[in-house]
């Protein structure tokens, strides 16, 4: 990594209010700017969040703010209504008032004096969600977006449903952080040190957790659809730059926004990462100098320079080459790609029966609850166990479909799809495939997966139960990657029909009968012949090396007895199996200013091997913020789900301290109907 000390531009940081349309609420943001003594109007660049700048964020934001604004922008970064200083109270995420609130802000930005009127907006995760989300309403002067591990899609690729299947490790694991996240208080500093303990007391007093909304809606209705740009792309006029990571759960986004919108609007970048800035050098890299990248984007659509970057590939992906499996790898061996159009015209799809050649008896599959335990971090954040190990355990409690040896290497890329003619002996019911490279010693690396709720077959927006004793061929697609299988190897479809805590299980366990001489994987198999004809009159393609503004100087403190980041145990006498998590997001911190900031979560996920309806969830958080002598507060939420047959139950607490002293404790306690989950 390479810090810049020195820019062509002076810069300077200023804390600022900015109003909102209903003239009573204020947000706060912080803003690097040239100031040079004749600097001329310059672009702005806005990243919009709810997770504190003044300290979850600060660190990541010195990293590019400033930078941006010594290369000629206004770099700002706003909290979110009810969110860190800013004024009101916190809503849903990505509600109507958080995007009109963003148009208000784009709004206010270009109408500053040392403004040229010209905005671009970028983030990753929920600040790439609103970028795109408020591209779609178009403020006239937002111009260019980057939109980093973000969704088109909020209900089928988001944290809360996957394949219409309930997430049972990130609907209530990221439920409870935001729980915990949105109780978090004002800082003094910056609004006073008489308003902030009222603002948060009224903060709290307005929070409901999204666990009660999210499990509300499981189908795709109006609810999910606001915010879904796939609902509507030529809504966007901006020009859109989408990045991903393979090791993303939102990677497909990035393939859909290339395939929906016009060449002249839209570039795609997937490399190998995982939920993260592409240049913060996080396993697995290799990182890469995307500042850089990202600058060239915003001179191009903000200042009207001719950088070339719109003669780029439409999307640029990371060719991943075969590795053991490990659940993290610092770099990860592979190629740069590009292609010009996608669907690509140098992938061809690979039609391979599951049953081989010839005619293969009916298979039962019916795993035991546990299976999906090896699945690794819905959310790899770079952590050292974040990735799937071996699939061993995995392939033995599902039914697997091996291929012959490979005579060749095989390069993927895209979403494979699977087709699969079944049978369910029960009206509710999963069906997840997973595809792994097995090597010749027996180590299976899981390449790709997806999953689909039998209810959700005929669509996400209803449910329609199976009539057990009937067959019906289910098609569906699973994530997107770009991988090479070696010669050797064995292409492995792994079946089972349960995943937790990925998904949470129906109330009844059953089975499925699969026909695989009537099954099939399809795999998107691109030419590797295709990188040359598609790199005449073009270079390769490349990328600087990662380039950032100095760092913050933040002093990060481990615990004292560290506990693993996941840990499996299983009770033999009870037949239970324990997953705890802790995600590990930054433990505590000093700040330059004198903030220390202290955090541990962990998350527990319980189930019996034999029993879908002894699943539970627990999201812990512990939270304390304080300031020498002058400032000091808690916050401590529980989050549970479980279920029965017919409902899901919920149960959440929360507690908050000013100086040891109670400022708001609640408890919520809710049960909603399982329609379709």
Not at 623 to 642: F, P, Q, S, Y
Request: hydrophobic content about 35%; aromatic content about 10%.
């Amino acid at each position: 990594m390479k810090y810049r000390e020195h820019f062509d531009r002076q810069v300077a940081r200023e804390d600022v209010w900015i109003p909102t349309r209903d003239g009573r609420t204020h947000l706060h943001a912080r803003i690097w700017r040239p100031t040079d003594a004749e600097a001329e109007p310059v672009p702005a660049l806005l990243e919009y969040l709810p997770y504190r700048k003044t300290d979850w964020t600060a660190p990541r934001d010195a990293q590019r703010h400033p930078w941006y604004a010594g290369h000629g922008y206004a770099s700002v970064r706003v909290d979110i209504r009810g969110h860190g200083d800013s004024e009101g109270t916190p809503g849903d995420e990505y509600d109507a008032q958080e995007l009109a609130d963003g148009v208000d802000v784009v709004n206010w930005l270009a109408e500053q004096p040392w403004c040229t009127g010209k905005v671009g907006m970028f983030g990753i995760s929920w600040g790439g969600f609103n970028s795109l989300q408020i591209a779609a309403l178009a403020p006239e002067p937002l111009k260019a977006i980057v939109t980093v591990c973000s969704t088109d899609d909020r209900y089928d690729n988001d944290v809360h449903y996957t394949g219409g299947a309930v997430l049972g490790i990130d609907m209530l694991a990221w439920a409870g952080t935001m729980l915990a996240f949105a109780a978090r208080p004002p800082d003094p500093t910056s609004v006073g040190e008489d308003r902030w303990l009222p603002m948060w007391r009224e903060r709290l007093e307005a929070l409901d957790p999204f666990l009660h909304t999210w499990l509300a809606h499981q189908q795709r209705d109006d609810y999910w659809r606001h915010g879904s740009v796939c609902e509507d792309y030529a809504a966007i006029d901006a020009a859109v730059l989408a990045v991903g990571g393979w090791n993303d759960p939102y990677r497909d986004t990035v393939l859909r926004l290339v395939e929906h919108l016009p060449d002249d609007q839209v570039r795609g970048i997937v490399g190998p990462w995982s939920h993260q800035y592409p240049d913060r050098g996080l396993p697995p890299g290799p990182a890469i100098g995307f500042l850089q990248e990202t600058l060239r984007w915003w001179d191009q659509h903000l200042k009207g320079e001719d950088t070339g970057v719109m003669r780029e590939p439409k999307l640029r992906a990371w060719l991943n080459d075969p590795v053991p499996p490990a659940t993290s790898y610092d770099v990860m061996p592979g190629r740069w790609v590009g292609d010009d159009n996608w669907p690509s015209s140098s992938v061809s799809w690979d039609e391979r029966h599951l049953g081989g050649t010839g005619t293969a008896d009916p298979v039962l599959v019916r795993s035991p609850q546990h299976t999906g335990l090896d699945a690794g971090r819905f959310f790899p954040f770079g952590n050292a166990s974040d990735l799937p190990p071996d699939q061993r355990e995995e392939d033995g409690r599902s039914v697997c479909f091996d291929s012959a040896p490979l005579e060749g290497r095989v390069e993927i890329l895209g979403r494979p799809r699977v087709r699969i003619r079944l049978d369910s002996a029960v009206p509710r019911a999963h069906v997840v495939a997973r595809v792994c490279d097995v090597a010749p010693d027996g180590s299976s690396t899981l390449v790709t997966r997806g999953v689909l709720n039998l209810l959700s077959r005929h669509g996400r927006d209803r449910a329609v139960e199976w009539t057990p004793g009937t067959y019906e061929t289910v098609e569906f697609e699973l994530n997107g990657i770009g991988y090479a299988f070696p010669p050797g190897h064995r292409i492995r479809v792994a079946v089972s029909d349960t995943y937790w805590p990925w998904v949470w299980p129906h109330g009844e366990r059953g089975r499925l009968t699969v026909l695989p001489a009537d099954s099939a994987l399809l795999l998107p198999v691109r030419d590797p012949a295709s990188d040359e004809s598609e790199g005449e009159g073009r270079e390769s393609i490349r990328f600087e090396e990662p380039e950032q503004a100095p760092p913050l100087p933040v002093t990060y403190e481990r615990p004292a007895e560290a506990t693993p980041e996941r840990l499996v145990t299983y009770d033999v006498a009870k037949g239970e199996w324990t997953l705890e998590v802790d995600p590990n997001y930054g433990g505590s911190r000093i700040y330059p200013d004198g903030l220390r900031y202290e955090e541990s979560a962990r998350e527990t996920y319980r189930i019996r091997a034999d029993d879908p309806l002894s699943a539970v969830a627990v999201s812990e958080w512990t939270i304390r913020l304080r300031r020498g002598d002058d400032w000091d507060a808690e916050i401590m939420t529980r989050t549970e789900l479980r279920a029965t047959a017919t409902e899901f139950i919920m149960d959440s607490r929360m507690e908050t301290r000013a100086d040891g002293e109670t400022v708001v404790e609640r408890a919520w306690h809710r049960t909603t109907p399982r329609t379709s989950a």
